[in-house]
């Protein structure tokens, strides 16, 4: 049984950068969005998701607001953990070079 509500509390580093991109301005969660998907993502091969899965939730959550930054979180739910951590580090960075 997951002992997590959600995915990403799993990993606390990881956590924090979601709760850290929910509090920004939806400018810079785009930003934030275009790093991850174009910049540390781009290569990483994901696992498989339809796309029935993917538009399932739309706008349950406050990331599906914008699709840009719906998709960079899954792509992040969907990395490898270690991949997931080491991106969530950067981005971590790139939020406080933003501030």
């Keep these: 049984m997951n002992m997590f509500k959600r995915w990403y509390d799993a990993d606390a580093v990881v ?40 538009y399932n939730y739309i706008m349950r959550r406050w990331y599906d607001k914008n699709i840009k930054v719906s998709h960079a979180i899954e792509y992040l739910r969907l990395c490898p953990d270690d991949i997931r951590r080491e991106t969530a580090l950067k981005v971590q960075k790139y939020i406080k070079k933003l501030s």
Excluded: F, R, T
């Design 15 to 54: 956590a924090k950068v979601i709760n850290d991109m929910e509090k920004l301005p939806e400018a810079l969660q785009i930003m934030c969005a275009e790093y991850i998907i174009d910049d540390l993502l781009k290569d990483v091969e994901l696992k498989e998701m339809s796309l029935d899965d993917q």
